[in-house]
């Protein structure tokens, strides 16, 4: 399900991971997706692309493990382009759909 309005933030850190060196935060679209454009290059720092909030209260928790990607922001580093694409995230659903305790009988059933 694509999540319109959610807030997606990079932040970059010291090679410690501790101190806190750059910060931009983007909104996803009616695709689900989101851009953030950051001109400056970020070499020796490591960035992540994070979760931070959802427009909805019925899926606002960021999925453990998929709550954050790791981007690679420089331009030193063989890749041509300057566009970057972090691994896909997502929130989880406070109350389970209907229908998906059927789908784990099924998937149980194919596992016996």
Do not use: W
Not at 11 to 27: H, I, N, P
Not at 35 to 47: A, F, G, K, S, T
Request: overall charge negative; hydrophobic content about 35%.
């Amino acid at each position: 399900m694509l999540l319109i309005g959610a807030t997606v933030r990079v932040e970059c850190k010291d090679k410690s991971g501790v101190s806190l060196r750059y910060s931009k935060e983007g909104t996803t679209d009616s695709t689900g997706t989101y851009r953030i454009v950051v001109d400056e290059d970020h070499e020796d720092q490591i960035c992540d692309a994070i979760l931070v909030s959802s427009p909805q209260k019925s899926c606002s928790e960021a999925t453990p493990g998929r709550d954050r990607a790791r981007v690679i922001l420089t331009g030193y580093n063989g890749i041509a382009s300057n566009n970057r694409f972090a691994n896909a995230m997502g929130f989880m659903r406070t109350e389970a759909l209907s229908g998906c305790a059927q789908v784990f009988k099924q998937m149980q059933e194919l596992d016996a």
